[in-house]
């Protein structure tokens, strides 16, 4: 059975975009992009939220001709060829060759995507996405990246209701700027 794993970008103050949406501030250096292209590694699909679907379709099959970042730029293919699966109650279909689901039983749904996975489901960005998982006990583990700014608002990186445990697994710096902290659930 696949496991979900929440990769995450937040601010030093607990946010995940900045009070007007921005999300400028993350430094992508090369151990950071060879963490992340690692998890990649061990991915069966992307999983998404819609509102960070909707960004991430319109950057990724057009990076090359955005940016000339390292990362993007060898990122690029890999987001075309991943599987990506959309969690949306009102998308009723996604371009790129995404599969959407969420107009059932979220548990249900997530839990038949989990069986079927023939690795893990890596799930970035979407703090409602990642807090509905969490609240249903679904996401296995949890890679923070804290990045040294504060943004002073925004939109926070758990918006869980209630209150839930994790167990230290990892922590490590990245290019002497970004910590990860790796978090796996705490089994009820």
């Known amino acids: 059975m696949g496991r979900i794993v929440y990769y995450v970008h937040q601010s030093l103050d ?3 975009e900045g009070p007007n949406g921005e999300f400028d501030w993350p430094a992508m250096g090369p151990e950071l992009s060879a963490y992340s292209f690692g998890l990649n590694d061990r991915t069966s699909a992307f999983l998404y939220g ?3 679907w909707e960004m991430m379709s319109y950057y990724w099959p057009r990076a090359e001709s955005i940016s000339d970042h390292p990362h993007d730029l060898a990122f690029a293919p890999v987001w075309r060829r991943t599987p990506k699966v959309v969690v949306s109650r009102t ?3 996604a371009e790129h060759g995404a599969r959407v689901i969420g107009r059932g039983d979220l548990a249900e749904e997530i839990t038949a995507l989990k069986r079927e996975a023939g690795g893990d489901l890596l799930l970035t960005g979407g703090a ?5 998982l969490t609240g249903l006990g679904l996401i296995d583990e949890y890679h923070l990246v804290v ?3 504060v943004l002073g608002g925004g939109k926070p990186v758990f918006t869980a209701k209630d209150r839930f445990d994790l167990g230290l697994v990892a922590t490590r710096s990245f290019d002497s700027r970004a910590v990860l ?3 796996d659930r705490v089994a009820d």
């Open 128 to 132: 409602d996405l990642a807090g509905a």
């Open 91 to 93: 998308l009723t279909g």
């Open 181 to 183: 902290l790796r978090y």
């Open 50 to 52: 819609r509102r960070v």
């Open 14 to 16: 607990g946010f995940i």
């Open 147 to 149: 990045h040294p700014v």
